[in-house]
């Protein structure tokens, strides 16, 4: 057994101190990630740091829509009537993720912090994984690939981000704010979120001594509908085969605006500004939808045994657009 420190600090600095003297500390709250990584052998963290009596477990609202800390869990978000009058995409895709019994533990900040669940990754008697040991290879490029992405890849890892809430952010133009030695930032959680490239070890744009605070959530104007519409293998506990989260406004049967971004076949949230350009002005309509579906996908690089992504995407946000167009 490898021991393991145990911290819990009770204020920012005192966190943000502790993880940067340790490169082998590791951030915990809900424990729904980082625990079931170290038991899988995955993380081997020197120390935990709970951050659980951090002030980060509010949700206010705000002019410009609401801001949820990163220790409010799931089920609060989900469950918040702000959440669900002003900003119900989100609450749409947190109750798509996971069980009731992980959402009442997992938190806002390590959802999108969570790591993939491609199975190279998660089992260290594959030594082919770039993601766990960079430089080994990519085991799922010729391997067992039917989960992984199709978008967003490279040679050196195909592996699907897991989130469903960092996609209905993505669609939001949310904005994650951090803290960290060096003072606090704010970053969309689009750019936060990284894809491989040739380091898929570095998933997002944190330091390692940072902390997630909380998260800015812009609120719809009035008449946009919104949609989260997840595709999965089974109807619980299941990670998306292929999500799409869905704004849009019409108005005399044309688009005015849309938002669309996809989880599931993707290294990390795929915001398609393509497809949105596509819908810009047009009848909202199978047609375009189809034509925006093309266009999502139109850089799709699919391997052996996840081809039918390519298609099940373009479906998937056909029938989204098609229900938030419905009159």
């Known amino acids: 057994m490898n021991p393991v420190g145990y ?3 009770e204020d920012p600095g005192e966190a943000i101190e502790l993880l940067s003297r340790s490169p082998g500390a590791r951030v915990i709250a809900g424990g729904t990630t980082i625990l079931d990584l170290a ?12 951050i659980t009596a951090l002030p980060y477990a509010g949700i206010a609202e ?5 801001e949820i800390g990163a220790l409010v869990t799931m089920s609060q978000a989900a469950e918040h009537p702000a959440v669900r009058a002003r900003c119900p995409l989100v609450a749409e895709a947190l109750l798509a993720g996971a069980t009731p019994q992980l959402r009442n533990m997992a938190t806002i900040g390590g959802n999108l912090l969570q790591r993939t669940r491609c199975d190279y990754f998660r089992d260290p008697g594959f030594a082919a994984c770039n993601k766990r040991a960079p430089g080994t290879g990519c085991a799922a490029l010729e391997g067992e690939n039917r989960k992984h992405a199709v978008l967003g890849t490279s040679e050196h890892c195909i592996a699907t981000h897991p989130s469903d809430l960092a996609v209905a952010l993505v ?5 994650v704010r ?12 689009e750019d ?7 380091t898929p070890e570095r998933e997002t744009r944190m330091d390692p001594a940072e902390l997630i605070t909380a998260v800015e959530v812009p609120a719809p104007p009035p008449g946009v509908r919104s949609r989260y519409l997840k595709v999965r293998d089974r109807a619980s506990y299941e990670f998306a085969l292929v999500s799409a989260a869905v704004l849009l406004e019409a108005d005399g049967g044309r688009v005015r605006s849309a ?4 989880g599931g076949v993707a290294t990390r949230p795929w915001r398609s500004r393509e497809a949105e350009a596509v819908l810009a002005g047009a009848e909202a309509a199978q047609p375009a939808f189809r034509a925006a579906a093309e266009a999502a996908l139109q850089g799709a690089v699919p391997r052996a045994h996840n081809a039918y992504k390519v298609e099940l995407a373009k479906r998937t ?5 098609a229900e938030v167009a419905r009159p």
């Open 7 to 9: 911290v819990r600090p």
């Open 317 to 321: 946000l056909v029938r989204a657009l």
């Open 39 to 50: 038991k899988s052998l995955v993380e081997a963290p020197a120390e935990l740091v709970d």
């Open 192 to 198: 936060f979120h990284l894809a491989p490239g040739e």
């Open 171 to 175: 669609a939001l133009d949310a904005r």
């Open 178 to 189: 951090l803290l960290g030695a060096g003072g606090a930032r704010t970053l969309s959680v």
């Open 259 to 262: 938002s669309i971004a996809l």
């Open 62 to 66: 705000t002019p410009a829509g609401l």
